[in-house]
């Protein structure tokens, strides 16, 4: 469920997944969490999740709180409402490692980063931008009318991505 912030602006929780055919701006806040926003300019539709964890090892396929999950349900709800694969661009945010701690059992971000690059690569979906890793929590807005995102990471201020 998105959360509507004002007018056409809707905040995406943790494990939450949207697809959108309307010029809306969606946001999220990510640390380690990895957000994958799917976009076909052609068709203008536009899909955005948050997942928290990597895998879906339990095969819950109703939760998006996993990658692997989530960008599959993503992925399929966006070709249903009529995009097209071959004109499908991608965008990763987050993964940052969050925590004081480099053991291999806290590198979640590391993790989420790389599901989001094999499903991309998996499905042939072209990165056209992305701001992942660091130690830094980021604000991702995408603004669909103007297809411009928005980041602004944790103490480093804002940088704005212009969809090619």
Request: hydrophobic residues 35%.
């Amino acid at each position: 469920m998105l959360h509507k912030i004002y007018n056409n602006h809707y905040y995406l929780m943790p494990g939450e997944m949207t697809v959108t055919k309307m010029p809306v701006k969606l946001t999220t806040v990510l640390g380690s969490c990895v957000s994958v926003c799917l976009h076909d300019r052609l068709k203008k539709i536009t899909a955005m999740n948050h997942y928290l964890l990597p895998v879906n090892s339990k095969n819950d396929q109703e939760t998006n709180k996993y990658g692997d999950t989530s960008l599959e349900k993503m992925l399929k709800v966006l070709l249903s409402m009529g995009a097209d694969i071959q004109n499908i661009s991608g965008y990763i945010f987050g993964g940052a490692s969050m925590f004081d701690n480099n053991s291999v059992s806290f590198s979640v971000g590391a993790k989420n980063i790389e599901v989001a690059l094999k499903f991309l690569q998996d499905n042939r979906i072209k990165i056209v931008s992305s701001s992942t890793g660091g130690t830094n929590g980021r604000k991702v807005t995408f603004n669909t009318a103007t297809e411009k995102i928005t980041i602004q990471t944790t103490g480093k201020g804002k940088v704005d991505f212009p969809d090619e």
